[in-house]
Each structure stands twice: as C-alpha cells, then as structure tokens.
C-alpha cells in the first residue's frame, strides 16, 4: 500500500506537508501496515538546482526529529529516486522541501507500508 506524501507538488516555493501515519488498518479492520520506506523523486527543475527535502519523523506531532535530509541538486531524479528505508522508527513522518534557488519543478514523495 503506499501512501502520497506529496504528489505532483511544485517546487517553486518551499512547503511542510503534513503529518502521515506510518502504520494504517485496511477497511475491514483486520490488516496492519507498517511503513517501510518513503521514495522521492523530482523533475522538470528549473533555477539553480540547490533544494533540500527533509524526512521529519514525530511520535506526537508537536516536537521532530530531522532523520533524514536530501540535496535537490541535479534537474530530475526519476531514473534514480532516493529511497530511505525507515521501518518503525516514530509513528507520524512528513517533508520539508526548502526551495532555495529553484524556481519550478515537480516533486513527489511516496510512503510505502507492507502488510504483515
């Protein structure tokens, strides 16, 4: 199952999406998911490609750590997303995308959760 954190977001101007789940139950009640990895990737970037994307993870949504960080440097990553793998380490995650000197592009932020 995944989840969009982003999807087709612009990255002109930098953005927190909000908080997401990083485990979920099916319609029925009797699946759990758990997160497994968040992909990323971007493309069409205009500007000076110096962004950064921020992974933040939370147990309550009032205080974060920023567990992971990646560099927007190159104008698109689609043949090459970033993937971080973060099973079970917090209960909510988001992104914060700093734009930087980026004047466009399309980002899109994927939460993967297995079923078990």
Known sequence: MIKYLCKNASMSTSFTS??????????????VYNAVSI????????????????????NNQHSFT?????????TDNRNNAEIALISKISKFCRIRYTSNNI????????LYLEEY
């Open 103 to 110: 004047t466009a592009g399309i980002l899109n932020a994927v």
């Open 66 to 74: 920023g567990g992971i960080s990646i560099n927007v440097d190159i």
């Open 18 to 31: 909000k908080w997401f789940e990083t485990s979920d139950k099916n319609i029925n009640g009797k699946s």
């Open 39 to 58: 992909q990323v990737s971007w493309f069409d970037i205009t500007g000076t490609p110096n962004g950064t994307i921020n992974l933040e993870f939370s």
